[in-house]
């Protein structure tokens, strides 16, 4: 075998490695693969499988010649990855709006329970208000309460206990905190992958430029044979135009005056 046929079996080899490293990334960044969780500053696995990727764009020999399966298959990652980076911003504005919500609602809650503890009049008239705002327990909840008429029974204690326990998870937020540090890590991921990944590739010309290029050659070509066709037609006819007027001089010479 000759010794650019085993290079080439290489190149053919470590092209196909970077598809799969490509594809590995795709599926650690994919949203719905919730069992992981990217934290670049800690995830060598994560920033090796993206440096391969940048060093084979960067180091390839001929840009020109690149293959275009690794080219696609680095955009694709790349616009996936400014997709779901948008799409992440978005869920975080989203919960943003949801926790201050939340905290609006646990001083709300707060009212109803001092409301329906302090036995306030139209206590009942508020909580049937509120009816919309909270789930049937704590509704319920806040009924018990209102109609105990001690605060020493076990039904006085298990309600407040509900309902108190509602107003923390309300104003802790626990849960929406937690979403937006795991979408805040993620789009960390998706940014390094757009600086390390999307920079590389505009050293490579895209294999579409590269066909349009060749085309806009081809029609100038035409173009320029068509013109060169079209002078050359015009020359002859302006030729053959003055031929015919400088044998019409000659004749109309040669034509003997009329006797008049």
Known sequence: MSRSGIVNVRM????EKIISNIDKIQKLINPNNKKQIIQLEEDTYFKDLIESVKSYIIEYPKKKNFPSSVYNAAYSLVETSIKQFEENTKKVENLIKQREQNIILAGELTDLINAVNSKEEGWKDKVEAASSKFSEDIIENLGVVGRCK???SQRYQDAMKILNAKVTNLESNLYIEIDMERLEDSSRALSYIGIE???????????????????????????VENVATTEV??????KSDKN??????????????SDE
Do not use: F, M
């Open 12 to 15: 053919v080899i470590t092209e």
């Open 150 to 152: 001690g605060k020493t």
């Open 197 to 223: 990944v999307s920079d590389a590739l505009k050293l490579i010309p895209a294999p579409e430029e590269i066909e349009n290029v060749v085309d806009t050659q081809e029609v100038q070509n035409v173009n």
């Open 233 to 238: 037609q015009k020359t002859n006819v302006t």
């Open 244 to 257: 015919e007027a400088e044998n019409i001089q000659v004749a109309n010479a040669n034509i003997p005056a």
